[in-house]
């Protein structure tokens, strides 16, 4: 009897010790695995939130800028025509189509520039910001052309990141309402990182979710509140060449980067393709609600030079001569809004 214990035990314990073995091979490599995710995700999140902070939001260049000349005219000169006459010189080469609500130019009489499309001026950083989408308090900075792909990553990896957390700590918060834990005070730690992990998570998908309706839409955050007005009509739209355009336009032609923060937005936050200039097969002619309904009155913008990063975006519909511009824009004649100087924010 006593004899054949130990040989009972032995087979016994060769049995189950590869069970054990496999098991604590595949725990092993499951904590591996998700230490090699979570570091990811981590440096990610930590890499785009830093490029979104230190990024400075970009200005518009000096061709905006009025001449030292044309300051004075503007100064001296009392508001009227004579104002008019110099913002219509100074803006008759610049590449914009768009006007402020009373068919002015958009002028900022802070930065003394002549404001690019989308651009906006920021009352917290005094300065006019391109394609500003809005000022962050979060980030502590603008978010405009610059980094706005980098404010999409850091979205997208604090998601992840904290979808991560949750998912992991899920089972030992279950455990924390089952009494499955030792007491001890490190179950109201689990419980105060799953609930913020959670409460995170839900704010930022809405948040990420929103953004990616924007890029979609190729819209800013100030564009939804108050659509752009064209130099015939406002049109919420204007800026939208279709989905697979509007995603490289913020994201670059090569892939291999969308997913990393770095630079590979296309332009120069400048000058921008609008579906009103060069009509796109993928975008409708003529949004809803409008009272024009033909399709030439695209040719009563004449066309400005774009940047190259941005024109090829439009490759798929002819561009307009300098001749044909200036002979639309002798068909148009005085029908033109009168140009007037108005402080714009």
Partial sequence: MHSKTPLTLVIVEVAIFPLGLRRRVCVGFFVFVCLVAYHIFF??????????IFTLPMNPSKEFHLSYSDKESLEREP???SQQEVLRRAAKDLPIYTRTMSGAIRYCDRCHLVKPDRCHHCSVCDKCILKMDHHCPWVNNCVGFSNYKFFLLFLAYSLLYCLFIAATD?????KF???GLPDTQAKFHIMFL?????????????LFGYHCWLVSKNKSTLEVFRAPIFRHRTDKNGFS???SKNLRQVFGDEKKYWLLPVFSSLGDGCSFPT?????DPEQASTPGGLNSTSKNESHLFPAKPLRDSQSHLLTDTPSWSETSAKAEKGKVGMSNPALTMENET
């Fill in 43 to 52: 440096m990610l999140f930590v890499w785009s939130y830093w490029k979104t």
């Fill in 79 to 81: 508001r009227g025509e």
């Fill in 170 to 174: 899920l089972q030992y918060f279950i």
């Fill in 177 to 179: 309402w089952t009494n």
């Fill in 194 to 206: 799953f609930f913020a992990a959670a409460m995170f998570s839900v704010s930022l998908s809405s």
């Fill in 241 to 243: 060449l279709g989905f």
């Fill in 275 to 279: 579906c009103l200039v060069n009509q």
